[in-house]
């Protein structure tokens, strides 16, 4: 498999951030008078940005119309901000795969649906700076994943010029969705959020189960 610029989703992919979504939502959740809601839920729930998140976790504690989402944004976000690094860290093996991608001149990108003010927080807490060569966050000049613009953006910033050759990692539907919207390698991650069925389903054409495994996926030059 020809790789020569990789671009990864964040939660659930480069980092373990579920504690930090669990505990801004059941805070806000709480601070509403609702119960916590369970980690499998999150898991489900995670991946549509922070607003949809907000939504399906009032649906799920029973505002069901959803009347209460603009009220329970706002609590949530500034609740954010002060968890978004809580008891982050990256997976096993993400630093390695990272230094081996680096030794191989593959440029790095990042792009999740994650606020992108918290996903640069985020990422200065796990990896040294200038890792990736491209970093984007939710931003509301560009359509959140799966839509194919935002992956355009980053690929021509870490200087891709064919799309096939772009690696797009991540753990979800909408991540696999955007790989293939886009034309990319979509390469499906068995440590995170969703299972690896989701993930073949909504077209992962690699399924890694250690990060080190896109290593021996990489053809040599």
């Not at 992919?13 to 839920?41: C, F, H, P, R």
């Not at 922070?50 to 939504?55: D, F, I, R």
């Not at 909408?174 to 909504?202: C, K, Y």
Request: hydrophobic content about 40%; aromatic content about 8%; some cysteine.
């Amino acid at each position: 498999m020809i790789i020569k610029q990789a671009i990864f989703d964040l939660d659930g992919t480069l980092l373990e951030t579920m504690n930090s979504l669990i505990k801004t939502g059941n805070t806000m959740l709480a601070q509403l008078g609702y119960s916590g809601i369970e980690v499998d839920k999150y898991k489900n729930f995670v991946g549509y940005g922070a607003k949809k998140l907000v939504e399906q976790l009032i649906v799920a504690s029973g505002d069901e119309k959803a009347e209460q989402l603009d009220e329970a944004y706002d609590i949530y976000m500034k609740l954010f901000d002060d968890y978004c690094c809580y008891q982050v860290e990256p997976y096993p093996g993400i630093l390695e795969l990272i230094e081996g991608l680096q030794e191989k001149n593959i440029s790095l990108g990042v792009l999740t649906n994650k606020p992108h003010q918290m996903t640069e927080r985020v990422l200065a807490t796990a990896f040294p700076e200038g890792t990736f060569a491209f970093i984007q966050g939710q931003d509301i000049h560009l359509p959140r994943k799966p839509d194919p613009t935002a992956a355009f953006y980053v690929a021509e910033k870490i200087g891709a010029t064919d799309m096939s050759q772009v690696a797009f990692i991540g753990d979800s539907d909408a991540d696999m969705q955007t790989a293939v919207n886009a034309g990319m390698i979509p390469v499906g991650v068995s440590w995170g959020f969703r299972t690896p069925a989701e993930l073949i389903e909504h077209g992962s054409k690699l399924l890694l189960n250690h990060p080190l495994d896109l290593l021996a996926a990489i053809s040599p030059e």
